[in-house]
């Protein structure tokens, strides 16, 4: 028997699914929809190199990843923070732990047995998934309309969650058809852009036609990773951002966890200047006075490769960044070659596309939205998760601030009804 009033959840991602849960645990009716045939797919993809639920630091530091929109994100963690997923997880009988990196996992490192858990505990709960049913707008009389597999569909649910992530990974089913239907009602959008991206490099001086690397470098290096480095670059208020891990060389430019980690920074400068500049520490666990002492070691025959090889043990890519964008006056200067290496300069021009990107920034502006996340222009319709605007970087807070932000959609949801 269907139990009033009704909910309509819209998406079926983390923000969506734990909406729907939340609303179910509170008695009401609720029915999930998504445009695919299966929920969680980008919750799945995410999870094959070991699905990173969330991160073991202490709460000022989490909340601070969360940049400008810090503030508003703190609210969303205070219903349900890094250890409430982990209790979450428990709870579905996945065990978690913390890897040597802070960031938490669970214990087996895989996707798909949390979600089929997660599956099970809202079906017994009456949630209802309707998949392949792709929402196309409200109809005059303000139903929700769905195209699906049997035709046309419409619904007026007593409130509606939509959960309906960005743009990245369309193909998974974030595609941000949303976006016009919301702003057709007047519903203020920021533009979406690519957090947790890659960029396309300014052409070195050894590139031709206008290529990021030159052939050389990007037929032979494409894809390697450059390991135990750090990057610095400006942090747009004067300061700097700088941080140490490992990056992926591409085709056209960089990628990867570091580069994510100064996504959004490049992504402004860029925005402001028109490119950004970074500078890469090749051996950030010796000092400026040991480089120089190497470099200025006497080498005798052996060529400067071998030589750096010996000394510093820099070969492989490293050594051929150094190639691709040193002089050649200043690889055989001794100071200058030491300085570089403590701070090879690299320009950027543009990041890549949206959807090659693990996040968006960017989509229905907060102050369009009340407390408990309800449009401001459409009463009884709440929004959640990625959608909203504002970003994380990887590490578990993406996921942690989506989950949270379903909680906060689903207790604005309970809260309306109780007032109308």
């Excluded at 057709?184 to 690397?213: E, H, K, M, S, Y």
């Excluded at 051929?320 to 964008?325: G, R, S």
């Excluded at 300069?345 to 939205?369: F, H, K, N």
Aim: proline share 6%; hydrophobic share 45%; with cysteine.
């Amino acid at each position: 028997m269907r139990q009033t009033p009704q909910i309509a959840v819209v998406g079926g991602g983390p923000a969506g699914l734990m909406a729907a849960e939340r609303l179910a645990r509170a008695g009401l009716s609720v029915d999930l929809y998504d445009a695919m045939p299966s929920v969680g797919r980008k919750f799945l993809l995410a999870g094959k190199g070991g699905l990173n639920l969330t991160h073991s630091e202490d709460a000022a530091r989490f909340v601070a990843r969360y940049g400008a929109q810090q503030g508003v994100v703190a609210g969303w963690l205070a219903r349900l923070d890094a250890q409430g997923v982990r209790d979450w997880a428990e709870g579905l009988g996945v065990a978690t732990f913390v890897g040597t990196s802070g960031r938490v996992f669970p214990a087996d490192m895989k996707a798909a047995p949390l979600l089929r858990g997660w599956l099970h505990r809202l079906r017994e709960a009456g949630v209802r998934l309707h998949m392949r049913h792709r929402w196309t707008g409200w109809a005059g009389d303000g139903s929700l309309q769905f195209d699906a597999p049997t035709g046309p569909v419409q619904t007026r649910p007593a409130a509606t969650v939509l959960a309906l992530g960005g743009a990245s990974w369309p193909r998974l089913g974030s595609d941000a058809a949303w976006l016009p239907l919301l702003a057709a009602r007047q519903v203020a959008i920021t533009p979406l852009a690519a957090a947790n991206c890659g960029f396309d490099l300014q052409p070195t001086p050894r590139a031709q036609d206008g290529a990021g690397w030159s052939a050389h470098f990007a037929e032979r290096f494409a894809g390697q990773p450059f390991k135990s480095v750090a990057l610095r670059c400006a942090d747009g208020q004067g300061g700097w951002f700088a941080r140490k891990g490992e990056f992926v060389a591409t085709a056209t430019g960089i990628e990867g966890s570091l580069v994510y980690a100064a996504s959004r920074l490049l992504r402004e400068e860029i925005a402001r200047t028109g490119q950004a500049q970074l500078w890469l520490d090749l051996l950030p666990d010796r000092t400026p006075e040991q480089v120089l002492a190497a470099c200025r070691h006497p080498r005798g025959a052996r060529s400067l490769s071998s030589h750096l090889k010996s000394r510093l043990a820099l070969d492989g890519i490293k050594l051929a960044l150094l190639h691709e964008v040193l002089a050649p006056e200043t690889l055989h200067d001794p100071a200058a070659l030491a300085q570089a290496i403590k701070a090879v300069p690299l320009q950027l021009a543009a990041p890549r596309p949206v959807a090659e990107a693990i996040s968006t920034a960017g989509g229905v502006a907060l102050d369009a939205l009340d407390a408990g996340l309800m449009l401001q222009a459409l009463p009884g319709v709440f929004c959640a998760g990625e959608m909203l605007d504002w970003e994380a970087p990887t590490g578990g807070y993406l996921l942690t601030a989506c989950m949270a932000s379903g909680v906060v959609a689903a207790e604005g949801v309970l809260a309306h009804l109780q007032q109308a």
